[in-house]
T-cell receptor, first 110, second 117 residues
Framework: AQRVTQPEKLLSVFKGAPVELKCNYS??????LFWYVQYSRQRLQLLLRHISRESIKGFTADLNKGETSFHLKKPFAQEEDSAMYYCALPSGGSNYKLTFGKGTLLTVNP | NAGVMQNPRHLVRRRGQEARLRCSPMKGHSHVYWYRQLPEEGLKFMVYLQKENIIDESGMPKERFSAEFPKEGPSILRIQQVVRGDSAAYFC???????????????FGEGSRLTVL
């Protein structure tokens, strides 16, 4: 069964410091992975997907099949990055049935 | 575009009562999904609906839970005879199609938080 693990419930960094939010997964086959973000008082929204190999708001995520990881990284954190971040993986062969991790609350301190 | 609209935002019910949660998808979206987030857990898929059809209800509890998306009006998630374990945040999401050009991109509502006393 597919599983997504986000080992850190809370992560606190200072502004300008690098940040890495960890995500490990279990999946048989070639996974697609996503990062969703929920800013304070806003809706959950897609941040980036690995298949696009894109950088959004300075964040990147690389799929490491050997380590079964999809960590989210940003070299210089900003205060506005403070939010709840969820790693997600499609399950059951569909693109809508996502398995979410429990989330990591990132706080960027001034 | 107002986005996915859910109501009520907060609902309190006593054990044994019924809870009805409503969801209006984004304009132009015909696919609706319900997810549940129990305390300290990630979101879990419940059901996928199109107008007048349940496409996938593999995540729905077998009893007391039902969902519909009528031809007119919002999608409804109905929980009969609620129990304390039903206390959770229920999120609705929509998409223009189920796979399409943006696989995995669901547009979420703000959620409905159900508390069962």
């Amino acid at each position: 069964a597919q599983r997504v693990t986000q080992p850190e419930k809370l992560l606190s960094v200072f502004k300008g410091a690098p940040v890495e939010l960890k995500c490990n997964y279990s999946y048989s086959g070639s996974p697609e992975l996503f990062w969703y973000v929920q800013y304070s008082r806003q809706r959950l929204q897609l941040l980036l997907r690995h298949i696009s190999r894109e950088s959004i708001k300075g964040f990147t995520a690389d799929l490491n099949k050997g380590e079964t990881s999809f960590h989210l990284k940003k070299p210089f954190a900003q205060e506005e990055d403070s939010a709840m971040y969820y790693c997600a993986l499609p399950s059951g062969g569909s693109n809508y049935k996502l398995t979410f991790g429990k989330g990591t609350l990132l706080t960027v301190n001034p | 575009n107002a986005g996915v609209m859910q109501n009520p935002r907060h609902l309190v019910r006593r054990r044994g009562q019924e809870a009805r949660l409503r969801c209006s998808p984004m304009k132009g979206h015909s696919h609706v999904y319900w997810y549940r987030q129990l305390p300290e857990e990630g979101l879990k898929f419940m059901v996928y609906l199109q107008k007048e059809n349940i496409i996938d209800e593999s995540g729905m509890p077998k009893e007391r839970f039902s969902a519909e998306f009528p031809k007119e009006g919002p999608s409804i998630l109905r929980i009969q005879q609620v129990v304390r374990g039903d206390s959770a945040a229920y999120f609705c999401a929509s998409s223009p199609d189920s796979s399409g050009t943006s696989p995995g991109e669901l547009f979420f509502g703000e959620g409905s938080r159900l508390t069962v006393l």
